[in-house]
DNA sequence: TAATCATATTAGTGAATACTAATATGAAAT
DNA sequence: ATTTCATATTAGTATTCACTAATATGATTA
C-alpha cells in the first residue's frame, strides 16, 4: 500500500517546512555541529531539537555521524545546500507578499 | 508583531509540502490551466482544490488572471518551474530511503 | 432580471504535527 | 561498576492543517 512518488516527494519537503528545521538547516549550513551545540545556538530544548533532527534525518536532508558520545550532524550533500539558496532567490522575490497572505486555512 | 524572515519562508515552502498541492503544480507546469480543468483532471472536490489555490497563491507560488467566467492558474515564473525540477532531482537521491522513514512524529 | 455556471468562502470535524516534561539508552569518565 | 554526559524516545496535550458539505459571490447567458 504504497505512498506513491507524490506522497514521498509531499513528505521531503515538509522537511524543510518548519521554522525549528529551517533553523536547524541555517545552523549546520556551512558545517557539522553536535546536538548540543545545535540546541545551544537556537536557545532550543533538547528533546525538541532532537525529533526535529530525526525529521530531517528521515526526510533524507541531514546525516549525523557519530564520534565518541557526540554526533555531528551536517547537510547531507551540495544539492541540499543548492536547495536551501534556491529557496532564498525566489523567496526574494515573493517576501512581501507572502508576509501579508493570511489564509485562513494556511 | 513580525513574521520574520525564516516564518516567512517556512510558510513558502509549506505551500510545496502537500501531495495534493503538488498534484496542482504538476498540473499546470506546462501552462495555465482553469480551475474546473483542474478539478476534473485531478478527480477532486472543487472547494478542496480551491482552497488549495488559495494557499499556493498566498504563498506566492502561482498567479491567476481571470478571463470571463474561468480563472486560469499558471505557474508564478519559470523560478518555481526549475525548484520543482530540483526537487525531484534531489529527491532521485534520497527517495527510498524517505519512503521508508517512518518517524512516529512526522 | 432570472437562471446558470465558475469559483470562492465559511463552518465544522478529524487527522497530522509541534511542543513540553519525563524517562531511557548508550558511551565515556571516575 | 557507578556516575555522568550526550542524545533519543515516549506520552500527553495543544495547535495547525486538510477535508467535506453547505452557502456565497460574481460573471454570463437566456
Tied chains: 1, 2.
Excluded at 513528505?11 to 556551512?30: A, H, P, V, W, Y
Amino acid at each position: 500500500m504504497g505512498q506513491n512518488y507524490l506522497d514521498v516527494k509531499a513528505k521531503f519537503i515538509r522537511g524543510f517546512s518548519d521554522k525549528t528545521r529551517l533553523q536547524i538547516l541555517e545552523c549546520i549550513k556551512n558545517g557539522e555541529k553536535t546536538v548540543s551545540q545545535i540546541v545551544e545556538e537556537l536557545q532550543g530544548n533538547q528533546s525538541n531539537i532532537s525529533q526535529h533532527l530525526a525529521c530531517l534525518k528521515g526526510c533524507g536532508i541531514i546525516v549525523g555521524r557519530q564520534e565518541g558520545k557526540y554526533i555531528y550532524y551536517s547537510l547531507r550533500n551540495e544539492k541540499i545546500k543548492e536547495m536551501l539558496e534556491l529557496f532564498d532567490e525566489v523567496l526574494n522575490q515573493v517576501q512581501t507578499e507572502v508576509a501579508q497572505c493570511d489564509s485562513h486555512l494556511y
